[in-house]
Structure formats: C-alpha cells, structure tokens
C-alpha cells in the first residue's frame, strides 16, 4: 500500500453569488457580489489532506471546454497530482453557490464530464494502491456508479481503508449501491438527516461490531462518535472549534480531508476527529471551499500525539 488517499468526488467550477439574503419563492433578492474557483467534493478534501502532509489524488473525468483547462492548471500549479484525472469530452459540471452574509449557502448543481468513470480511469485507481480513499455520495449519482462501486469495493478488498461521506443527496443514490458503500467503508460521516436514511439499511450496533466508525456532524454544535470497543458499540462527543463564520461551503469535505490524513498517518480516532475539527474551522474562516495552508502549532501536536498513541 502507499501513503496516499484518493478522492472519489469529481472536479468542477464553483460559481459563487454573493446575495443579502435567499428570496422567498416567487420573489425577488440581490446580488452583491460574484466570484468562480475550481471546486467539487474531491478537491475540497484533497486541499485538506495535501495541507496536512498526505499525497492526495482526485478521481475525476474533464471536459472538452474553457473549464477543463481552468482546472487542470489549478491542480498544477498547487501541486497536486492529476494522474487520476482523464480528459472525458463534453462539458463540465459546474455549481452555482448562493452565499448569504452570515456564511450559510443553497446550492445548484449542473453535472458534467467529471462524472465520467471510463474502463481506462477504473484500471488507473486499481492500481495506486492507496492506503485510504473518500468517496462522496454525490459521485454515486453518476452514470458509472455501477463501475465507480465496483472500483471501490476491489480497493477495500485490497486492503484500503474506505471513507463515505454520505452528502444531502444521500437518499438519491440507488439502493443497492447504497447498501454496498456502507458495507465496504470503514467510516461514514453523516450529519443527523442523513443518517436517518442510512439506518434504513444498517444500524450504529450492527456497523460498528464489524469494525466501522460512525462520525455524526451537528456543525457548529460539533458531533457524537460510534465505535466498538470492549464488546460493544461506545460513543464520545466532539466539540467544533469556533471560527468566525464567512464561508461554510466545503467545510465538511475539510472535515473528511483530515480524518483520510489520520487514516493514512495512523493516527487515534480521537486525536483524528479533533485534527477534523480544527481542519473544518480554517475552512469556515475563508471565501471559497477550500484552501491551501501550513498546520498550525496545535495541528502538529494533535498529529504527533495521535502517532504516540498508535505507536
């Protein structure tokens, strides 16, 4: 296995309208403001995983359009690797963000060619051997979810530790894909909507007893764990840590780039969820939905005290 994570999740553009306030229905709002970056899911958590130290490789098909080359110079020029990236024809997706003042965002989503898993892109990923890979509910909604599941289930049987992060659209993606994403991640990261459906397919005691994590997020309120140890399923809380609130958009890709970090750094599941919380703040605290950044002092001794631990 190598120390690196891959990311599940597709590239595209965000487009992002700075307004007072959502309209309500029928009515009218302003605009104040309009900005674009390139953006998705797997980038999101790939910034954070590559900020923190761990090679990260987004998994993704580009168009044949102005967006493509947007893209592909981004991931240049900030050094991450687009050996799993594949020019797929078509068009781009792209995302409008509707950004109100107090950070809190609407989102609408136009899907493209990053959705695009080819038999030649599902060859590449079986072969980087990773030692932990996100996936996001979103990319399971894709055309090639059958191929993008299968690709996912060989790498776990492979031994790669697997991450789902289940998205809004949780209850979109076809059942029985569903039911095998949860049987093949080692940690889900639902927030308390979306576990509701989840738990139509499993539930915290039989998930957790066949060795996965359950990551509950409630935002700023911070969340609850499930894991099983001693003989059954115990629980801790996480505090979030507090940032001034300008942009929550990829603030939970933040928290999952993290915990594919500790994944692959082999760090404590406490120390891991503490690193996420912190990674998710910095994410909160800027325009966009992500960034690239150097670990702060107490970034580097939750890292090393995680290690210590596991040691």
Not at 142 to 166: K, Q
Not at 231 to 259: E, I, K
Not at 273 to 286: F, K, P, Q, Y
Request: proline share 4%; glycine share 10%.
């Amino acid at each position: 296995m190598r120390d690196i994570c891959c990311l599940f999740g597709g590239l595209i553009i965000d487009y992002y309208y700075y307004i007072d306030k959502w309209p309500e229905r029928a009515q009218d709002g302003f605009i104040t403001g309009e900005d674009s970056m390139v953006g998705g899911c797997a980038i999101n958590m790939a910034a954070a995983a590559s900020s923190l130290g761990c090679p990260a490789y987004v998994i993704s098909g580009l168009g044949e359009d102005q967006a493509a080359e947007t893209a592909g110079k981004y991931m240049m020029e900030h050094a991450l690797p687009t050996d799993l990236i594949e020019r797929a024809g078509g068009t781009s997706g792209k995302c409008l963000v509707f950004l109100e003042p107090d950070g809190e965002r609407t989102f609408l989503t136009e899907k493209g060619a990053e959705g695009i898993f080819s038999e030649t892109l599902d060859a590449k990923v079986r072969s980087c051997e990773p030692r932990a890979a996100g996936v996001t509910g979103y990319y399971l909604l894709n055309d090639d979810a059958e191929r993008i599941m299968d690709c996912i289930e060989y790498l776990h049987s492979r031994g790669t530790w697997v991450l789902f992060d289940p998205s809004p659209l949780v209850s979109s993606i076809k059942p029985e894909l569903l039911r095998r994403i949860i049987e093949a991640s080692d940690m889900m990261t639902p927030n308390e909507t979306e576990l509701s459906v989840i738990e139509q397919y499993t539930d915290k005691e039989r998930y957790c007893s066949h060795g996965g994590t359950i990551v509950v997020k409630s935002g700023s309120e911070g969340g609850n764990v499930y894991t099983y140890r001693d003989g059954s399923v115990r629980s801790f809380q996480y505090g979030a840590v507090r940032a001034d609130a300008v942009d929550t958009t990829g603030a939970g890709d933040s928290f999952s780039g993290a915990l594919l970090f500790s994944a692959v750094k082999g760090l404590d599941l406490e120390s891991a969820v503490e690193l996420a919380s912190r990674t998710a703040a910095i994410t909160v605290g800027i325009n966009g939905p992500h960034a690239f950044w150097e670990p702060d002092i107490k970034m580097k001794e939750i890292i090393e005290k995680g290690r210590k631990k596991n040691a």
